[in-house]
């Protein structure tokens, strides 16, 4: 059967393009629908601060008088230029089980690309590292955490079959939360203490935490500069992205290290899981999903580790034993029981270590293709 793939420009072709995954997933046991008004926004210029200097464009696929996929690109500018590179990327592809359907999305969007004079595309991936990256390909029977994409086992293969091969992995670990610190770990704290002047900062409320979320994104503009794909984060991003995770930290969970000077040389920030409390929000805020999401964190027992970095010049000097050693006095204390460590780039051997050191094991693997045009 033909498969029409039309450009999203109307009210209702945008409407249709966000519902459409819910309508896929209805039945995928373990996916966790995402807010609705953050998909709605994440495509609405007034709304993304992003597309002030990118170039976008949406897809629907239609079959049979039915919509079976869709698709976005993006060419974001700044990204470009600081990387030097002709980049299109592609996320929310969402397609039926059939390669024709995703054959013809994805040529939608490389044509596109092209057009646009671009010779290379990667996906899935957004505007930001702070937005979903890449394809799950390990660990379908395993509960996704908040940020990361969970989709169906046939994805990856319609995306080999149209050419698209591995850019880079992300792995994440999980790690059973020792009742104890780990001997390894107190013989490097140990040494720590002796040999530097850096301080540990705790948090008990929430409105003292909240006046470092922002420091500490600025902070990642600084460290992340070598990370795959890295954009720093406009202030106006910076505002946004402090006020959700605002409403979803616990401020026992964020770690800083300031230095003499009260610099920010590192720090580490994890949330109780939210996913068990979006899947009954179904996508919405609004009357009753705020209060199942907050209601069912509460009894979370597993502990999502979001983001984190130590400046440059204090890798490998004990500041992930300070961080992790706090972090784990969190966990117990508050009953957690598992970590996930969130995305760690496959090359990424420094944090990688740091997962094994205190017993962490791949349990999921996200991957993120491409191909030249």
């Not at 030097?84 to 929310?92: L, M, P, T, V």
């Not at 994409?149 to 792995?171: H, Q, R, S, T």
């Not at 106006?236 to 401020?251: H, L, W």
Request: overall charge positive; hydrophobic content about 35%; glycine content about 6%.
């Amino acid at each position: 059967m033909a498969v029409s793939v039309t450009k999203v420009t109307s009210k209702k072709q945008r409407k249709t393009y966000i519902n459409f995954p819910y309508i896929l997933h209805k039945d995928h046991e373990l996916w966790v629908p995402p807010l609705r008004i953050f998909e709605k926004n994440l495509i609405d210029p007034k709304k993304n601060h992003h597309m002030m200097y990118s170039q976008t464009v949406c897809f629907l696929a239609h079959q049979g008088g039915n919509v079976v996929g869709r698709i976005m690109g993006i060419i974001n500018k700044k990204l470009n230029e600081r990387w030097g590179n002709k980049q299109a990327r592609f996320c929310h592809f969402e397609s039926i089980d059939n390669q024709d359907v995703a054959n013809a999305l994805l040529l939608a969007v490389e044509d596109w690309a092209r057009d646009h004079g671009m010779n290379h595309m990667v996906g899935p991936l957004g505007f930001s590292n702070q937005d979903p990256q890449g394809f799950l390909i390990e660990g379908f029977d395993e509960r996704p955490s908040i940020g990361t994409i969970y989709n169906f086992e046939y994805i990856p293969k319609l995306l080999e079959n149209a050419g698209y091969e591995k850019e880079v992995d992300y792995v994440t670990y999980k790690v059973l939360i020792p009742k104890e610190i780990p001997q390894v770990y107190e013989k490097i704290l140990e040494r720590v203490k002796k040999r530097s002047t850096l301080k540990v900062l705790e948090f008990s409320k929430k409105r003292v935490a909240k006046k470092y979320l922002p420091k500490v994104l600025r902070f990642m503009n600084e460290t992340f500069t070598n990370i795959y794909g890295f954009i720093p984060l406009t202030e106006e991003v910076i505002r946004k992205i402090s006020r959700t995770y605002f409403e979803i930290m616990d401020p026992h969970f964020l770690r800083v290290v300031i230095n003499e000077k009260n610099e920010i040389v590192g720090f580490i920030f994890g949330i109780k899981d939210v996913t068990e409390g979006f899947k009954k929000a179904k996508g919405r805020l609004i009357p009753f999903g705020y209060f199942q999401i907050k209601f069912t964190q509460k009894k979370s027992k597993r502990l999502d580790l979001l983001l984190g970095s130590i400046k440059q010049e204090f890798r490998g000097k004990g500041l992930d034993t300070l961080l992790g050693i706090s972090m784990i006095k969190s966990a117990n204390k508050f009953g957690m029981e598992i970590a996930d460590s969130h995305h760690e780039l496959e090359s990424n051997r420094m944090m990688r270590a740091e997962m094994e050191k205190v017993g962490g094991q791949v349990y999921k693997k996200h991957r993120v293709y491409k191909k030249d045009l």
